[in-house]
């Protein structure tokens, strides 16, 4: 079963869907406009994703869109009647806002991506915390091609890709396939265009099953000893393992395991 509320699209253009099974699926439906990141549509993901922040139903969010673009970053049409300093700091720190409440998310994120993602929709790829492309699929950060430097799209990308790709991306603009996105790890699957709900659901499934305890412990901890130096890493971790082991979860896995039985979570 399904519930979905839906956002008028004069408002921002983000649907949002929950499954029984604790897949929540963010929808960006502003196809006409390829879902382009405008003030209101930025506003609107980051309610939906305090929502979910919030909801201990969701297990797992997969970030999908309509039409022919995944996203093709900020509407610059918004951006050219603004022309306005103040309202590009603020835009450009509500973005920064939204992509970091992603990764700061207690349930992973999953892109699925059609079309083409470029700019600030290429860095949403990037800054999610997987993502499964359809095998059409595009990315760019191409800004450069308009005089505009992908700054901040930047920021996500550097962090998923090697230094030298990352800046080949963002010096010439140039689009890469869903092929040479994954070899770069910017995807982790690239799948056949019809397949690509189907695959990004079976990842999201795979994912849901599992303790959710220790996926959210898991998750967090990934992205804190990331940045970390090594001696720090090691100890954080270490900690990590020690909470997770003692959590009712963790001896549940124990417990199954030397007993050769399915585990049954309790997310505790």
């Given at each position: 079963m399904t519930s979905t509320t839906a956002v008028p699209a004069a408002e921002a253009g983000v649907t949002r869907a929950v499954t029984e099974d604790g897949i929540a699926t963010l929808t960006l439906a502003r196809p006409t406009r390829y879902n382009t990141l405008t003030s209101a549509v930025i506003a609107d993901l980051s309610a939906h994703l305090a929502a979910i922040a919030a909801d201990p139903a969701v297990r797992v969010v997969i970030l999908a869109s309509?039409?022919?673009?995944?996203?093709?970053?900020?509407d610059?049409?918004?951006?050219?009647?603004?022309?306005?300093e103040a309202f590009y700091r603020q835009l450009f720190a509500d973005c920064s806002r939204m992509m970091q409440s992603i990764v700061a998310l207690p349930q992973p994120v999953i892109a699925q991506v059609q079309g083409i993602a470029t700019a600030a929709g290429c860095q949403l790829v990037a800054t999610c915390d997987l993502a499964v492309a359809a095998a059409s699929a595009r990315?760019?950060?191409?800004?450069?091609?308009?005089?505009?430097?992908?700054?901040?799209?930047?920021?996500?990308?550097?962090?998923?890709?090697?230094?030298?790709?990352?800046?080949?991306?963002?010096?010439?603009?140039d689009f890469i396939d869903a092929a040479r996105a994954a070899e770069m790890g910017l995807v982790n699957h690239v799948v056949p265009d019809a397949e690509l709900e189907t695959a990004t659901r079976a990842l999201a499934g795979r994912i849901a099953d599992k303790s959710q305890f220790a996926i959210r412990l898991g998750k967090a901890s990934f992205?804190?000893?990331?940045?970390q130096g090594l001696d720090s890493?090691?100890?954080?971790?270490s900690e990590d393992l020690v909470c997770n082991l003692l959590a009712e979860d963790g001896q549940e896995g124990l417990d199954a395991f030397i007993a050769k039985r399915p585990p049954v979570w309790r997310d505790r």
């Open positions: 309509t039409g022919k673009a995944f996203s093709t970053g900020h610059l049409k918004e951006m050219n009647a603004a022309r306005n990315f760019a950060t191409n800004g450069i091609q308009n005089g505009l430097y992908c700054a901040t799209p930047s920021v996500a990308l550097s962090r998923v890709v090697q230094r030298k790709h990352a800046l080949e991306m963002l010096l010439t603009g992205y804190r000893q990331v940045n890493a090691y100890r954080g971790t």
